[in-house]
């Protein structure tokens, strides 16, 4: 079955560490992206990538890094300079199409700080 | 510039009665808008999107939606709730960029209660 996946689903990390959340898809989709959810509010723009080897900054990249070496695989890293990292981790994937084409997410990964 | 307002945070219905669920949308295109569904730690499920065809748009387990675009709305209804509805909506705006991709633009969400 195609989709998207996302590892791990709960992840704790101490103040201070890095920590790397997983998405991977099997769709051939060209487009990925990461947002992150907090309690009572919409979806947030992290970053996206277009194409292999190629991201942009979405409307909250600060402390957060990405890579995209891979079609299949777009990590999100979440430093120690995030402020305030606590939150529900969507990715999602879509292939081009007159913009108007919707957004396959995955299941999603709950980042806790301690 | 693109945004969405969902007008209620939190929707109650009993079993069996209708869902209206509201959204109003402001955008400078020619929109496409969509509602989505979020089960409890889940991903985001696609419910249905407009995308300039007919104003009347069908979606998955019942739910429909009507563009108006004298009222700049996009509500979601179903006539007949059921308890698996129980989750939170979200409408979404879509604004277009570079390389035939979209960037989403989201609502705050609405939270649906069904009760027996």
């Known amino acids: 079955d195609g989709g998207i996946t996302q590892s791990p689903k709960y992840l704790f990390r101490k103040e201070g560490q890095n920590v790397t959340l997983s998405c991977e898809q099997n769709?051939?989709?060209?487009?990925m992206y990461w947002y992150r959810q907090d309690p009572g509010q919409g979806l947030r723009l992290i970053y996206y990538s277009q194409i292999v080897n190629d991201f942009q900054k979405g409307d909250i990249a600060e402390g957060y890094s990405v890579s995209r070496e891979k079609k299949e695989s777009f990590p999100l890293t979440v430093t120690s300079a995030q402020k305030n990292p606590t939150a529900f981790y969507l990715c999602a994937s879509s292939i081009p199409g007159q913009g108007r084409n919707e957004q396959f997410f995955g299941p999603g990964t709950r980042l806790t700080v301690l | 510039a693109q945004s969405v307002t969902q007008l209620d945070s939190h929707v109650s219905v009993s079993e069996g009665t209708p869902v209206l669920l509201r959204c109003n949308y402001s955008s400078s295109y020619s929109p496409s808008l969509f509602w989505y569904v979020q089960h409890p730690n889940k991903g985001l499920q696609l419910l249905l999107k407009?995308?300039?065809?007919?104003?009347l748009v069908k979606g998955i387990n019942g739910f429909e939606a009507e563009f108006k675009k004298s009222e700049t709305s996009f509500h979601l209804t179903k006539p007949s709730a059921h308890m698996s509805d129980a989750a939170e909506y979200f409408c979404?705006?879509?604004?277009?960029?570079?390389?035939?991709?979209?960037?989403?633009?989201f609502g705050a969400g609405t939270r649906l209660a069904v009760h027996p």
């Open positions: 979404v705006v879509s604004r277009p960029f570079s390389g035939g991709y979209n960037k989403l633009i």
């Open positions: 769709l051939n989709h060209d487009a």
């Open positions: 407009y995308t300039s065809a007919a104003t």
